[in-house]
């Protein structure tokens, strides 16, 4: 059994205001909704570009509202 | 349980889980009228439909499969005969929407957007894309706040379209709906925040 750490993007609801500069940056992970406010993908982030972009997007909201969790799949 | 709305002795009632709905109605003294349906498990419950409502199980998990109830906060409230299980959703999810804590974007404008096509489409005066935007604003509401007001709020509404269908296809129909003269069903409080 080998662990694997994985990354997903995830929003606090409770911060965003809805700007949408997210939603410009990574649109592959997330979609506005019909208010403005940001529906996240929560699958892991598959790949560095996308990664990157995540980490460009989490720099760039004004309210902090964005943030990577780490996570562990165990595969066995 | 709690029992409230069309039955003969409202009040507080201790059930077996092991029991049927038909045996708590009758320990409430039956109901007044026939039942026109349901809400078990108070505001953030699950609208049954009046003919499931005799053999319904008590114990959660069958609840859970048959219905996807559950018996929630315990409350028991049935509706009149007539009543409009669309319209006491309606007025339920205007409570809620304003009983918002104000702090995550879906919740204060979702619910706040479903409450006033609720209110259209409870009138009989729908917009013509109402039904799909309901339908829609459900699932884009569903799990997106930080606690589970939106959920709650949400599912309670999602059940009353379910169960009470025929009544649904009136009202987007634009045919009146006698069921908002009906009285007997427990109204939410007005909404009001002036406490804050």
């Not at chain 1, 992970?29 to 990664?51: M, N, S």
């Not at chain 2, 320990?27 to 003919?51: D, E, H, V």
């Amino acid at each position: 059994m080998s662990e694997n750490v994985q990354r997903r993007l995830r929003v606090n609801p409770i911060l965003c205001d809805g700007v949408g500069y997210c939603a410009e940056i990574v649109p592959e992970l997330i979609t506005l909704d019909d208010w403005g406010f940001p529906a996240v993908d929560p699958r892991p982030i598959d790949g560095e570009t996308l990664l990157h972009h995540v980490q460009r997007a989490v720099a760039t909201c004004p309210r902090l509202a964005l943030l990577i969790e780490e996570f562990r799949t165990d595969r066995g | 349980m709690t029992v409230c709305g069309n039955v003969a002795h409202p009040g507080v009632y201790e059930v077996d889980l092991g029991a049927r709905l038909g045996g708590v109605l009758a320990a409430a003294g039956g109901t007044l009228s026939p039942a026109g349906g349901a809400l078990l498990g108070g505001y953030f419950g699950t609208w049954l439909p009046a003919a499931s409502l005799q053999d319904l199980p008590l114990d959660p998990e069958r609840l859970r499969a048959a219905h996807g109830a559950s018996l929630g906060c315990g409350v028991l409230a049935v509706l009149p005969y007539g009543g409009c299980g669309v319209i006491e959703a309606a007025r339920i999810i205007t409570y809620l929407a304003a009983e918002t804590s104000g702090q995550c974007g879906p919740c204060v404008n979702g619910l706040a957007a479903l409450s006033d096509a609720m209110h259209r489409i409870a009138m009989s005066e729908p917009d013509p894309a109402d039904h799909e935007r309901v339908r829609r604003w459900i699932g884009m509401v569903r799990g997106r706040g930080v606690c589970h007001h939106p959920d709650g709020a949400v599912g309670q509404l999602s059940s009353a379209l379910a169960a009470f269908k025929d009544h649904l296809g009136m009202h987007l129909a634009g045919q009146r709906c006698y069921g908002i003269e009906v009285s007997g069903f427990p109204r939410p409080p007005a909404p009001g925040r002036d406490w804050r």
